[in-house]
């Protein structure tokens, strides 16, 4: 295979998931993935010496599993790993898929356009290491940042987001200012709320990265508090359009208008609240709809008590805001900090 997806692996099998001998893994990939998940399993064999199990999903459904034996003697297994091999296409708008989505309320449509939200389950804590590796088409423009990734290096990326979300973390942030050409939003970073990336530790102390954008760090949003305006791209029903944003009181009033706007914010009154914000170097992500479980510093113990600041919804957009913002925040003391100047950082 091509060295890319070879570098790929090797990423996947030391720096993702760190595996080490007696591991298990279990791979599950669509059936257009499956040499790429066979290439891993090759890989993995003389780190884990156990036999590593491939699960090819058709049509959403298991269609056969493949075994990849180590060299007797092999090692009995001690842990359990998975990883998920999530095939990314860009979707193409058909002329039928509005009808599709709205009138029949197609769920399986509004999952591969992206726009289902992350499930909302107080008590999901998954007890072993586990990665979502997104795979693309070839001449996909979405293999570079990937390709950068893998050619800096997944453990020092790893490592400065680490120390970056620390450091936010540290600083009790109560609100935010981000500033553009054409943006000035500002907004309330959601009481004790935690800023999130792919880096995980396990009960055990076990550390792992659970997918290719772990250096993007996320924060939940109090549901309404946003007020401004902001200019970006965002992916509506296979369709990308610049749009223009305007918030009031927390809810989106004014949008670019296009029949794929105007028909998904119709599904839900909280489609029109931020959820949550994302970002690293030079990529500011606005998220409306549901916010993130995770970043929640108390879990509560029923949906019904989730806090008001939470903005809760079965839907998501995705905003990727104009490149080279500010961003200016306040802490709990009033003292200001600037963390992002350019589109990048402040170390």
């Not at 009138?103 to 449509?109: H, L, S, V």
């Not at 107080?122 to 795979?135: E, G, H, T």
């Not at 949008?255 to 794929?260: D, K, L």
């Not at 606005?286 to 949906?303: D, F, Y």
Request: net charge negative.
């Amino acid at each position: 295979m091509e060295k890319k997806y070879i570098d790929y692996a090797n990423a996947i099998v030391k720096d993702f998931l760190d595996l080490r001998t007696g591991d298990a893994l279990s791979i599950n990939t669509d059936e257009c993935d499956l040499e790429f998940a066979r290439l891993i399993a090759q890989t993995a064999l003389p780190v884990t010496d156990v036999t590593v199990k491939v699960l090819v999903i058709e049509n959403g459904k298991p269609s056969q599993v493949l075994e990849f034996d180590p060299t007797p003697p092999a090692h009995l297994p001690k842990a359990a790993v998975m990883l998920r091999l999530s095939h990314e296409r860009t979707v193409t708008q058909e002329g039928h898929m509005l009808d599709i989505v709205v009138e029949q309320n197609d769920m399986g449509a509004l999952q591969k356009l992206g726009h289902l939200a992350d499930p909302l389950v107080l008590d999901r804590r998954i007890a072993v290491p586990w990665c979502v590796a997104s795979v693309f088409d070839e001449g996909d423009d979405a293999w570079n940042p990937l390709l950068s990734t893998l050619d800096v290096g997944v453990s020092s990326l790893s490592l400065a987001s680490r120390y970056r979300r620390a450091r936010l973390e540290a600083m009790n942030l109560a609100d935010m200012t981000i500033c553009g050409p054409n943006t000035e939003l500002s907004l309330a970073v959601a009481p004790s709320s935690r800023f999130v990336d792919g880096n995980q530790v396990l009960s055990s102390g076990r550390e792992f990265i659970s997918g290719v954008d772990f250096d993007r760090l996320s924060f939940n949003v109090d549901r309404s508090s946003a007020s401004g305006h902001v200019h970006g791209t965002v992916t509506v029903l296979g369709k990308i359009q610049d749009v223009d944003l305007v918030f009031e009181d927390g809810r989106l009033v004014d949008w670019t208008h296009t029949p794929q706007m105007d028909r998904i914010l119709d599904f839900d009154e909280n489609l029109k609240r931020i959820g949550y914000v994302s970002f690293r170097d030079n990529e500011v992500i606005l998220n409306l709809g549901g916010a993130l479980v995770e970043a929640l510093n108390i879990l509560p113990p029923t949906e019904e008590m989730l806090p008001d600041f939470f903005n809760t919804s079965l839907y998501r957009i995705s905003c990727t805001l104009e490149k080279g913002l500010d961003v200016l925040c306040r802490d709990s003391n009033g003292i200001p900090h600037e963390i992002m100047k350019s589109g990048l950082f402040v170390e």
